[in-house]
Protein backbone atom coordinates (compact mmCIF):
# COMPACT_ATOMS: atom_id res chain seq x y z
CA UNK A 1 0.00 0.00 0.00
CA UNK A 2 1.33 3.13 -1.03
CA UNK A 3 1.39 5.69 1.67
CA UNK A 4 4.18 8.25 1.18
CA UNK A 5 1.62 10.91 0.42
CA UNK A 6 0.67 10.84 4.18
CA UNK A 7 4.42 12.74 4.72
CA UNK A 8 3.14 15.89 2.49
CA UNK A 9 -0.32 16.55 4.39
CA UNK A 10 -1.12 19.31 6.32
CA UNK A 11 -1.84 16.93 8.82
CA UNK A 12 1.86 15.64 9.19
CA UNK A 13 2.56 18.79 11.20
CA UNK A 14 -0.42 18.44 13.58
CA UNK A 15 -1.12 15.40 16.18
CA UNK A 16 -2.98 12.68 15.36
CA UNK A 17 -6.06 13.25 18.05
CA UNK A 18 -7.10 16.74 15.99
CA UNK A 19 -8.54 14.06 13.08
CA UNK A 20 -10.23 11.96 15.98
CA UNK A 21 -12.39 14.56 17.12
CA UNK A 22 -15.60 13.81 19.73
CA UNK A 23 -17.21 16.73 18.49
CA UNK A 24 -19.00 18.70 15.36
CA UNK A 25 -16.56 21.36 16.24
CA UNK A 26 -13.76 18.83 15.94
CA UNK A 27 -14.90 17.84 12.81
CA UNK A 28 -14.42 21.54 11.31
CA UNK A 29 -11.33 22.22 12.79
CA UNK A 30 -9.82 19.27 11.03
CA UNK A 31 -11.87 20.12 7.82
CA UNK A 32 -10.23 23.53 7.81
CA UNK A 33 -6.68 21.60 8.09
CA UNK A 34 -7.49 19.80 4.95
CA UNK A 35 -8.99 22.19 3.12
CA UNK A 36 -5.91 23.29 1.85
CA UNK A 37 -3.99 20.34 1.82
CA UNK A 38 -2.35 19.16 -1.36
CA UNK A 39 -2.99 15.12 -0.41
CA UNK A 40 -6.50 15.43 0.22
CA UNK A 41 -7.65 13.54 -2.70
CA UNK A 42 -5.27 10.64 -1.60
CA UNK A 43 -6.02 11.14 1.71
CA UNK A 44 -10.32 10.32 1.32
CA UNK A 45 -9.19 7.66 -1.52
CA UNK A 46 -6.99 5.80 1.03
CA UNK A 47 -9.71 5.81 3.62
CA UNK A 48 -12.68 4.99 1.28
CA UNK A 49 -10.45 2.03 -0.55
CA UNK A 50 -9.77 0.55 3.14
CA UNK A 51 -12.98 1.58 4.77
CA UNK A 52 -11.86 3.54 7.51
CA UNK A 53 -14.28 4.01 9.91
CA UNK A 54 -13.37 6.59 12.16
CA UNK A 55 -11.53 9.99 11.87
CA UNK A 56 -11.49 13.07 9.58
CA UNK A 57 -9.56 11.86 6.07
CA UNK A 58 -9.25 14.20 3.07
CA UNK A 59 -11.34 16.54 4.70
CA UNK A 60 -14.45 14.00 5.20
CA UNK A 61 -16.31 12.84 7.87
CA UNK A 62 -17.14 9.04 8.58
CA UNK A 63 -20.35 10.31 7.85
CA UNK A 64 -19.36 11.50 4.93
CA UNK A 65 -17.55 8.75 3.87
CA UNK A 66 -20.71 6.20 4.05
CA UNK A 67 -22.52 8.58 2.05
CA UNK A 68 -19.76 8.91 -0.67
CA UNK A 69 -19.29 5.04 -0.59
CA UNK A 70 -23.17 4.66 -0.92
CA UNK A 71 -23.11 6.81 -3.83
CA UNK A 72 -20.59 5.12 -5.41
CA UNK A 73 -22.39 1.36 -4.65
CA UNK A 74 -25.77 2.77 -6.38
CA UNK A 75 -23.86 4.14 -9.42
CA UNK A 76 -21.86 0.68 -9.93
CA UNK A 77 -25.13 -0.68 -9.68
CA UNK A 78 -27.10 1.68 -12.53
CA UNK A 79 -24.32 0.82 -14.90
CA UNK A 80 -24.03 -2.63 -14.41
CA UNK A 81 -28.01 -2.11 -14.93
CA UNK A 82 -27.70 -0.04 -17.98
CA UNK A 83 -24.68 -1.57 -19.63
CA UNK A 84 -24.77 -5.62 -18.49
CA UNK A 85 -21.52 -7.05 -19.02
CA UNK A 86 -19.54 -4.29 -20.87
CA UNK A 87 -16.38 -3.57 -19.22
CA UNK A 88 -13.09 -2.46 -20.13
CA UNK A 89 -12.52 -2.81 -24.30
CA UNK A 90 -15.73 -3.09 -24.65
CA UNK A 91 -16.81 0.17 -23.96
CA UNK A 92 -13.55 1.52 -26.11
CA UNK A 93 -15.40 2.39 -29.74
CA UNK A 94 -13.02 0.95 -31.54
CA UNK A 95 -13.24 -2.06 -29.16
CA UNK A 96 -9.73 -1.45 -27.31
CA UNK A 97 -7.78 -1.31 -30.22
CA UNK A 98 -5.73 1.49 -31.27
CA UNK A 99 -2.86 2.18 -34.00
CA UNK A 100 0.92 1.85 -32.54
CA UNK A 101 1.26 5.43 -32.30
CA UNK A 102 -1.84 6.56 -31.50
CA UNK A 103 -1.80 8.65 -27.56
CA UNK A 104 -4.90 6.25 -26.39
CA UNK A 105 -2.81 3.08 -26.72
Keep these: MDTEWMA ?3 CAEEPPAM ?3 SDGVGVEIA ?3 CATCPVKEPCLE ?4 NRIDHGVWGGAS ?3 RRRIL ?3 RLA ?5 VT ?3 RTGADTEPDGGHHAPNCPAA
Excluded: D, T, Y
Excluded at 46 to 49: D, E, P, S, T
Excluded at 76 to 80: D, L
Design 8 to 10: LGN
Design 19 to 21: FFP
Design 31 to 33: RRI
Design 46 to 49: HALV
Design 62 to 64: ERE
Design 70 to 72: KRR
Design 76 to 80: EMASA
Design 83 to 85: NPG
